[in-house]
């Protein structure tokens, strides 16, 4: 792992902390305790652009549920419902908790019939996408949850903005290890990673994102000045037009599918979510793809490095590393985090942990 000075907390007591805030923005507090879990775990992971920082500040947490853009008791709703799918009205919810049912609900189906898809209207910043895949990878399933999200990203060889991160996760379960886990934005890189650059005080690297005249930019706050992310592929040269093509699909299975319109024309903060599970034991046994998926990953780490670089990796061991690390060591946070998070917490009259 490389080295990090940052102070570092217990991710229990991270939980207990953000659970609070939601009890004292108004949610149950079962539902606060579901919701916490799920924004810390990205922590947990190492997504730290999906994590806990987004808790003071992210219009989809705390100033989403004051100002009344997220509501804490949503009135979900089913839109259409069969034995494989359905569509739900997530009410403006809370995310990272309506989002969980939802997958919930996808797994319930496919335990029944073998597969459900359930496409969401209506709802907030879910967080990692990957967490969404990974319950159903634990439930000896495969699943795949994927958002779309207000436009961020130019069109492949244009100067202007046209879909969002859109990203895609799926995970499948692999024997005596971690699931295989890809959770991938269709931009070079999420927009998050900028939050994180600019929470640190660096430069980001060329290909990442634009100014307004289409020229590489090195300035985190690009996205504030008129810039956009770059397509996964960056350039119309390195095939931008596959992040691009991805991007729009996934806007067309969680925007146009369940009613709620392309990202491209929202002029809100509202979100369309698309996730799905289907039962390995519906297609063949679950020991022998388990057992097959781990020659598998275990070949790949097998490979050759090019130099420079330590080890191949699979999807999925970064956030299994991060997860032993955090686990035994704690959680590190920015300063620029903590001040935010100990402000959060005086205003509202809870107490911020201390670090280890």
Not at 51 to 63: D, K, M, R, S, V
Not at 293 to 318: F, N, W
């Given at each position: 792992?490389v080295?990090?000075?940052?102070?570092?907390?217990?991710?229990?007591?991270?939980e207990?902390?953000?659970?609070?805030?939601?009890?004292?923005?108004?949610?149950?507090?079962?539902?606060?305790?579901?919701?916490?879990?799920?924004?810390v775990?990205?922590?947990?992971?190492?997504?730290?652009?999906?994590?806990?920082?987004?808790?003071?500040?992210?219009?989809?947490?705390?100033?989403?549920?004051?100002s009344g853009?997220?509501?804490?008791?949503?009135?979900?709703?089913?839109?259409?419902?069969?034995p494989?799918?359905?569509?739900?009205?997530?009410?403006?919810?809370?995310?990272?908790?309506?989002?969980?049912?939802?997958?919930?609900?996808c797994?319930?189906?496919?335990?029944?019939?073998?597969m459900?898809?359930?496409?969401?209207?209506?709802?907030?910043?879910?967080?990692?996408?990957?967490?969404?895949?990974?319950?159903?990878?634990?439930?000896d399933?495969?699943?795949?949850?994927m958002?779309?999200?207000?436009?961020?990203?130019?069109?492949?060889?244009?100067l202007?903005?046209?879909?969002?991160?859109?990203?895609?996760?799926m995970a499948?379960?692999?024997?005596?290890?971690h699931?295989?886990?890809?959770?991938?934005?269709?931009t070079?890189?999420?927009?998050?990673?900028?939050?994180?650059?600019m929470?640190?005080?660096?430069?980001?690297p060329?290909?990442?994102?634009?100014?307004?005249?289409?020229?590489?930019?090195?300035?985190?706050?690009?996205?504030?000045?008129?810039?956009?992310?770059q397509?996964?592929?960056?350039?119309?040269?390195?095939?931008?037009?596959?992040?691009?093509?991805?991007?729009?699909?996934?806007?067309?299975?969680?925007?146009?599918?369940?009613?709620?319109?392309?990202?491209?024309?929202?002029?809100?903060?509202?979100?369309?979510?698309?996730?799905?599970?289907?039962?390995?034991?519906?297609?063949?046994?679950?020991?022998?793809?388990?057992a097959?998926?781990?020659?598998?990953?275990?070949?790949?780490?097998?490979?050759?490095?090019?130099?420079?670089?330590?080890?191949?990796?699979?999807?999925?061991?970064p956030?299994?590393?991060?997860?032993?690390?955090?686990?035994?060591?704690?959680?590190?946070?920015?300063?620029?985090t903590?001040?935010q998070l100990?402000?959060?917490?005086?205003?509202?009259?809870?107490?911020?942990?201390a670090?280890?």
């Amino acid at each position: 792992m490389v080295a990090d000075s940052r102070p570092r907390f217990h991710a229990e007591e991270l939980e207990r902390f953000t659970a609070h805030v939601f009890e004292r923005l108004g949610l149950p507090a079962e539902d606060a305790a579901v919701a916490a879990e799920v924004l810390v775990d990205a922590d947990l992971c190492g997504i730290e652009s999906h994590g806990i920082a987004h808790l003071p500040w992210h219009p989809g947490y705390a100033p989403g549920l004051k100002s009344g853009l997220v509501a804490p008791l949503a009135d979900v709703r089913v839109l259409r419902e069969s034995p494989v799918a359905a569509t739900w009205d997530a009410a403006g919810g809370l995310g990272v908790l309506v989002a969980r049912r939802a997958m919930e609900a996808c797994i319930a189906k496919a335990e029944a019939v073998g597969m459900g898809t359930i496409a969401v209207t209506n709802g907030r910043h879910f967080g990692a996408a990957g967490y969404y895949a990974r319950l159903a990878a634990e439930r000896d399933m495969i699943g795949m949850a994927m958002c779309n999200v207000f436009p961020l990203a130019v069109a492949s060889g244009s100067l202007d903005r046209a879909y969002g991160t859109n990203p895609i996760a799926m995970a499948a379960p692999v024997l005596d290890d971690h699931p295989f886990l890809l959770d991938a934005a269709m931009t070079a890189v999420a927009g998050g990673k900028l939050e994180i650059a600019m929470r640190q005080d660096k430069r980001i690297p060329a290909g990442w994102a634009v100014d307004a005249a289409g020229n590489d930019s090195d300035d985190p706050g690009i996205l504030r000045k008129g810039g956009a992310l770059q397509p996964l592929g960056s350039k119309v040269e390195t095939s931008s037009h596959k992040g691009y093509g991805l991007g729009i699909m996934v806007d067309i299975l969680t925007g146009i599918l369940p009613g709620m319109g392309s990202a491209i024309f929202e002029g809100t903060r509202m979100q369309g979510w698309w996730f799905a599970a289907w039962r390995i034991d519906a297609f063949r046994d679950v020991p022998g793809f388990k057992a097959d998926m781990k020659r598998m990953v275990d070949h790949l780490r097998s490979l050759r490095p090019r130099a420079g670089v330590e080890a191949v990796l699979v999807a999925g061991d970064p956030e299994a590393a991060a997860r032993s690390d955090r686990v035994a060591r704690g959680v590190p946070l920015d300063g620029e985090t903590i001040a935010q998070l100990q402000e959060l917490a005086a205003e509202l009259g809870v107490e911020f942990p201390a670090a280890l």
